[in-house]
């Protein structure tokens, strides 16, 4: 069976016969293509390979660049949720140190009821609280979440 390169198509005489691995597979190639593809990353590597529909087990290629896409996704995603986590853009009011966020905490009423005696009344089972701390002066603050809103007049 005659061999092609992958990413050239050129007939590959047996001198000039190489191999490169892209994403679990053994691609053939000419010696050229493999000095020009060494240097690219793995993933692409895949994607000329299977640019040129040459490309030999292109399924194992793909399946390794979507397991890579969504490795990248999930990491990506990962990354801003930790940013927007601690980001709040609010200052301390004490120390003026960045405030930042520990998330929504889900606070139990009746169990800190010395804490939110007040609200008691406002809420009963839980209470769902943005908090926030200063790195620096460890102040805690305590905001409602958007959406929430007291109408603490009403009494
Ligand atoms: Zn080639
Ligand atoms: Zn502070």
């Known amino acids: 069976?005659?061999?092609?390169?992958?990413?050239?198509?050129?007939?590959?005489?047996?001198?000039?016969?190489?191999?490169?691995?892209?994403?679990?597979?053994?691609?053939?190639?000419?010696?050229?293509?493999?000095?020009?593809?060494?240097?690219?990353?793995m993933v692409e590597r895949c994607q000329r390979a299977l640019q040129t529909g040459r490309a030999v087990d292109w399924r194992t290629m793909q399946g390794f660049l979507e397991q890579?896409?969504?490795?990248?996704?999930t990491a990506k995603r990962q990354a801003e949720q930790r940013k927007q986590q601690r980001r709040t853009g609010k200052?301390?009011?004490?120390?003026?140190?960045?405030?930042?966020?520990?998330?929504?905490?889900?606070?139990?009423?009746?169990?800190?009821?010395f804490f939110f005696s007040d609200w008691n009344r406002l809420?009963?089972?839980?209470?769902?609280?943005?908090v926030e701390v200063c790195k620096q002066c460890q102040k805690v603050e305590f905001f409602l979440p958007e959406g929430v809103s007291l109408n603490l007049n009403e009494r």
């Open 123 to 130: 809420f009963s089972g839980s209470l769902d609280l943005e």
């Open 91 to 113: 200052s301390c009011l004490r120390c003026g140190a960045p405030m930042l966020s520990l998330g929504k905490q889900t606070f139990k009423l009746g169990e800190e009821t």
């Open 68 to 73: 890579h896409q969504q490795g990248e996704d």
């Open 1 to 41: 069976m005659e061999k092609r390169c992958t990413f050239c198509g050129k007939e590959l005489g047996f001198l000039e016969r190489d191999v490169l691995g892209c994403g679990g597979t053994d691609q053939p190639c000419c010696k050229s293509c493999h000095q020009k593809m060494m240097p690219l990353s």
